[in-house]
């Protein structure tokens, strides 16, 4: 089955450590992207990367980084930078020559203690 | 004016009621028009797309009015399994390829 993978599902982690969450697609996209939802809030873009080697910020990259070495993996680093990082975190791709859609994994919600 | 904005809800109907949902967008620019549905504590999920001539899916219809800027999604013999989040979604292009979430509308659908 072709679709986006995050884990994991639940992550932990004290304040002040640094966590790498893990965003897999299998849709040949080449456009990926992660956001951060808090409660009662729209999705809030953090990175994005419409090609291998390639991200660019989004509106809240403070305390985030990102890498995209291979075209179906995007992981976001949520570093001790980041003032209030426990929030739920969903990665989506598209293909934009084939329309504008976007298509989120199941997300990952992160609790910093 | 907030860039996205819709009536948070929650919009509490009996099963079989018909149920519309509207959403403001402030950017003249913006050129694609989404619905996504999101069940609690799950990702969004595409509901359907939104064009000029307004579409329809189902017992889903959605309308753009582009003078007034504004989306629409409406919802005929609403099901249980209906209620969830529905989140309006604008995109546009200004170099790079960006979307614009709403913060949601909530249904709940009542037996």
């Known amino acids: 089955d072709g679709g986006i993978t995050q884990s994991p599902k639940y992550l932990f982690r004290k304040e002040g450590q640094n966590v790498t969450l893990s965003c897999e697609q299998n849709?040949?996209?080449?456009?990926m992207y992660w956001y951060r939802q808090d409660p009662g809030q729209g999705l809030r873009l953090i990175y994005y990367?419409?090609?291998?080697?390639?991200?660019q910020k989004g509106d809240i990259a403070e305390g985030y980084s990102v890498s995209r070495e291979k075209k179906e993996s995007f992981p976001l680093t949520v570093t001790s930078a980041q003032k209030n990082p426990t929030a739920f975190y969903l990665c989506?791709?598209?293909?934009?020559?084939?329309?504008?859609?976007?298509?989120f994994g199941p997300g990952t919600r992160l609790t910093v203690l | 004016r907030k860039e996205v904005e819709q009536d948070p809800g929650p919009f509490n109907v009996p099963e079989g009621a018909t149920v519309a949902f509207n959403c403001t967008y402030s950017?003249?620019?913006?050129?694609?028009f989404f619905w996504y549905r999101q069940d609690c504590r799950k990702e969004p999920k595409l509901l359907m797309s939104?064009?000029?001539s307004g579409n329809e899916d189902g017992r889903f219809t959605a309308q753009l009015n582009r003078a007034s800027q504004y989306i629409s999604l409406l919802i005929r013999d609403s099901k249980l399994s209906d209620s969830a989040t529905y989140l309006c979604?604008?995109?546009?292009?200004?170099?790079?390829?960006?979307?614009?979430f709403g913060k949601g509308t909530k249904l709940s659908v009542i037996p």
């Open positions: 939104v064009y000029s």
């Open positions: 950017n003249s620019a913006s050129q694609s």
């Open positions: 849709l040949n996209h080449d456009a």
């Open positions: 979604v604008v995109a546009r292009r200004a170099g790079s390829y960006q979307l614009t």
């Open positions: 990367s419409q090609i291998v080697n390639d991200f």
């Open positions: 989506a791709s598209s293909n934009p020559g084939q329309g504008d859609e976007q298509f």
